[in-house]
T-cell receptor, first 115, second 116 residues
Framework: DGGITQSPKYLFRKEGQNVTLSCEQNLNHDAMYWYRQDPGQGLRLIYYSQIVNDFQKGDIAEGYSVSREKKESFPLTVTSAQKNPTAFYLC??????????????FGDGTRLSIL | SQQGEEDPQALSIQEGENATMNCSYKTSINNLQWYRQNSGRGLVHLILIRSNEREKHSGRLRVTLDTSKKSSSLLITASRAADTASYFCATEPLFFGGGSNYKLTFGKGTLLTVNP
């Protein structure tokens, strides 16, 4: 059954600590995305990757870092520089742009809180 | 900045009634997409409508797009309690002269509550 798996479902961060959120997909999609969602708000794009070993900053990249070493995986690190990390984080993927007008597929999210 | 803005922010109806949500956007688009989000879960894609389409149906869902007014509406007919969720519109911008863009811009959503 194809889909996107995010882990963990809940994560707690201590002051000054970096934490990494996992995102794995078996949909054979080229593009992957990370979004942040605050209560009652829409999604804001953090980083996106169109292809392996390449990624671009989204609208709110400060305090976050990513890597894309494998097509299936796009982990997000929330660094200590992100002063307000409490939010719901969503990972998504979509097919290559050659297949135009394709929707994004989402994981079930990771809720990050500060201890 | 938010490209799409949904209206209303919240909507409460009785089971069996129809629910209409609206979305306005600012720039030229390649397509507009509607997603649903149950509380604490990820987004689920509902319908994608291309800029050259005016109306699209999927089951109890009907989406319209008016590019001259830069607006779209989502109609859910004969609503059920299970339709209770947040609904988001997202726009994919149109890029002239080629070049790819994977970025969607989401609105803040409409929270729909369907009472049994």
């Amino acid at each position: 059954d194809g889909g996107i798996t995010q882990s963990p479902k809940y994560l707690f961060r201590k002051e000054g600590q970096n934490v990494t959120l996992s995102c794995e997909q078996n949909l054979n999609h080229d593009a992957m995305y990370w979004y942040r969602q605050d209560p009652g708000q829409g999604l804001r794009l953090i980083y996106y990757s169109q292809i392996v070993n390449d990624f671009q900053k989204g609208d709110i990249a400060e305090g976050y870092s990513v890597s894309r070493e494998k097509k299936e995986s796009f982990p997000l690190t929330v660094t200590s520089a992100q002063k307000n990390p409490t939010a719901f984080y969503l990972c998504a993927s979509s097919p290559d742009r050659a297949y135009s007008n394709q929707p994004q597929h989402f994981g079930d999210g990771t809720r990050l809180s500060i201890l | 900045s938010q490209q799409g803005e949904e209206d209303p922010q919240a909507l409460s109806i009785q089971e069996g009634e129809n629910a209409t949500m609206n979305c306005s956007y600012k720039t030229s688009i390649n397509n507009l997409q509607w997603y649903r989000q149950n509380s604490g879960r990820g987004l689920v894609h509902l319908i994608l409508i291309r800029s050259n389409e005016r109306e699209k149906h999927s089951g109890r869902l009907r989406v319209t797009l008016d590019t001259s007014k830069k607006s779209s509406s989502l109609l859910i007919t004969a609503s059920r309690a299970a339709d209770t969720a947040s609904y988001f519109c997202a726009t994919e911008p149109l890029f002239f002269g080629g070049g790819s863009n994977y970025k969607l811009t989401f609105g803040k959503g409409t929270l729909l509550t369907v009472n049994p």
